[in-house]
């Protein structure tokens, strides 16, 4: 199994402001993945984060919303732009298992207030 | 497309009791079955998973089988904890894809 920390746990923020969430895994792997846990409810997953390419984003999220970087094999970053208090959420990263049927494992996740 | 539905919570137990939680799921081709568990302000965790038709995953007291004749996988346990509080995700993975989608989520409540 992988081990997965992200920075920061959680924060508070203005509207109007940006921040950006690391990710940082023990191991390298191919496949990372942000997801936005809004409260109350399930995981919607944000992009697929492609070390060497841009992200590839679901349908709803923009570049421009959540710019992503995948650097190397074992960090990524998301970036939360221009908040609102909608953007209040919990964001996960989770690593993708090689040639284990999509099992993923997940960061702690960062906790995000906006005011 | 692929979709993943779970009984809608809360579900509110005494400790001791007989845990079932509904997930059924639709897609093409064969797709992994996971179950994961968050508990208060943590992240996710995998509980169990199962890869094709009649595998059974099990973990800690919790079990679920893989029934492709009903798209079913139901989350079981015999004796629930005051510990096993948490909110329970079903989740399909696509061969295709890679990605998971998950449902909406289940909160269990156990009471001593």
């Known amino acids: 199994s992988a081990v997965i920390s992200q920075k920061p746990s959680r924060d508070i923020c203005q509207r109007g402001t940006s921040l950006t969430i690391q990710c940082q895994v023990d191991s390298q792997v191919t496949m990372m993945f942000w997801y936005r846990q809004q409260p109350g409810q399930s995981l919607t997953l944000i992009a697929t984060?492609?070390?060497?390419?841009?992200?590839?984003?679901e349908s709803g999220f923009v570049i421009d919303k959540f710019p992503i970087s995948r650097p190397n094999l074992t960090f990524s970053t998301l970036t939360v732009s221009n908040m609102s208090p909608e953007d209040s959420s919990i964001y996960l990263c989770?690593?993708?298992?090689?040639?284990?049927?999509?099992?993923?494992?997940f960061g702690p996740g960062t906790r995000l207030t906006v005011l | 497309g692929n979709s993943v539905t779970q009984m809608e919570g809360p579900v509110t137990l005494s400790e001791e009791a007989f845990l079932t939680i509904n997930c059924t799921y639709t897609?093409?081709?064969?797709?992994?079955l996971f179950w994961y568990v968050q508990y208060p302000g943590e992240g996710l965790q995998l509980l169990l998973k199962?890869?094709?038709?009649?595998d059974k995953g099990s973990n800690k007291g919790f079990e679920a089988t893989y029934r492709k004749e009903t798209t079913s996988f139901h989350l079981e346990k015999g004796s629930v904890q005051v510990s096993d509080s948490a909110v329970y995700f079903c989740a399909l993975g696509s061969s295709n894809t890679g990605k998971l989608i998950f449902g909406q989520g289940t909160t269990l409540q156990v009471k001593p």
């Open positions: 897609a093409t081709g064969y797709p992994s």
């Open positions: 984060a492609n070390q060497g390419s841009e992200a590839t984003y």
């Open positions: 199962a890869t094709k038709a009649d």
């Open positions: 989770s690593v993708g298992v090689e040639s284990s049927y999509n099992e993923q494992f």
